[in-house]
């Protein structure tokens, strides 16, 4: 008989992997080869598992997670924060392998697949490719800053020859991105809706699909949380701190804020008003623009939510609605 709670924890490293299954008190630990996957999913097989967990560990463990699915175990990928801030509310401090294994599956026992998005193989590849040109647009930044200095005339050959191989590779990218997002049908629709809103271009768009397939899918507060732009309280006793955002998905809330940053205050007829409110009101121009973003971010999940494109009505002047949506 088929366990539906059944889980195992899996602690992914570069050249091996750690499995718990709690609820049995059993472990494995295997190399990554093949031959440790297969062996893996033997085990998971005889152990009736449904649902395996594992943390994001740098791309290692998207392998593990091909063959796992491939064989028909669900898998879950948490972020490695989450499991480990688990750990400390149950006042396990200690940290290896082993443990780390165990306390996965813990974490996936009590959440389970809960918020977890059905696998996507196109959302994973776009998820490379955007990731990859950020990574390529960070080094080509870094080699742009070259000439900030007096430099020798080879050290500004250098520059000039890799800036033109990262504009030329990026741009590879960039077109494979945009060929994968037209080839499938869910991401063509989702960008149809998150390009259609004024100030969000390709980059933001792609980026969008690739790092937060949960837009559309959950509520607004924790979609804010998720990006890193619920401000948390700093308040104790008759201490009234000021209120911070932290945490979340850096790499989306740095799209957003450069998104963001010229839809507020050049190219969004719901956001300009906004940010000039806010900036008449007195706040500083960064609380302004994370207010925009938090702004801009619900009105995108409301859109997906239902399906709809960029069609607010006309606001009568100083006046900032929530954005309304026609069907897309």
């Given at each position: 008989?088929t366990q539906?709670n059944r ?6 490293a ?6 718990c299954?709690r609820?049995l008190g059993?472990r494995l630990?295997l ?7 297969r ?6 097989r ?5 649902l395996?967990?594992?943390e994001?560990?740098?791309?290692y463990?998207?392998?593990w997670a091909?063959?796992l699915?491939a064989?028909g175990i ?7 924060k989450?499991v ?8 396990r401090?200690?940290?290896n392998d082993a443990?780390?294994a165990?306390m996965i599956?813990w974490?996936?026992?009590i959440f389970?697949?809960a ?8 959302r994973e590849?776009?998820?490379r490719?955007v990731?990859?040109?950020?990574l390529?647009v960070k080094l ?9 200095h007096?430099?020798?005339p080879?050290v500004l050959?250098?520059?000039r020859?890799?800036?033109k191989?990262f504009a ?5 990218l960039?077109?494979a991105?945009?060929?994968?997002i ?6 063509a ?5 998150i390009a259609?809103?004024p100030?969000l ?18 509520g607004?507060k924790?979609?804010?949380a ?8 700093d ?6 701190g000021e ?6 998905r850096?790499?989306v ?5 450069m998104a963001?940053?010229g839809?507020?205050?050049q ?8 940010y000039r409110?806010l900036?008449a ?9 994370v207010?925009?973003m938090?702004?801009?971010i619900t ?5 997906l939510?239902?399906n709809?494109?960029w069609?607010?009505?006309a ?8 954005a ?5």
């Open positions: 008989m539906p889980v195992v924890g899996i602690d992914i570069k050249h091996k992997a750690d499995a299954i609820a059993l630990s190399a990554a080869t093949q031959a440790g996957e062996e893996m999913i033997a085990w998971l005889q152990h009736q598992v449904t395996a967990v594992m994001a560990s740098g791309g463990e998207q392998g091909k063959a699915r064989a669900a898998v879950r990928i948490v972020d490695p989450r480990r801030y688990f750990a400390k509310s149950a006042g401090h200690a940290k443990i780390d165990e599956a974490f996936g026992e389970g697949a918020g977890e998005e059905s696998y996507d193989a196109d590849t776009l998820d490719l990731t990859a040109r950020a390529l080509q930044a870094a080699v742009r800053q070259l000439d900030e007096e430099q020798p080879v050959a250098a520059q020859a890799l800036l191989v030329t590779q990026i741009g590879k960039e077109a991105a945009e060929a994968k037209a080839a499938s049908p869910p991401l629709a989702r960008a149809k809706i259609s809103v100030g271009g390709r980059h933001f768009t792609a980026g969008a699909l690739a790092w937060l397939p949960e837009l559309g899918h959950i607004n924790p979609l804010a998720l990006v890193g732009l619920a401000p948390y309280d308040d104790s006793g008759e201490h009234a209120r911070h955002i932290k945490g979340g850096q790499e809330r740095n799209l957003l804020y963001t940053l839809a507020a205050t190219h969004n007829p719901v956001l300009v008003p906004y409110k900036r009101r007195g706040k500083k121009a960064k609380v302004a623009l207010a925009c938090r702004k801009i009105i995108l999940n409301t859109m939510a239902r709809q494109t069609n607010p009505p606001a009568p002047a100083g006046d900032t609605p929530i309304a949506a026609a069907p897309a």
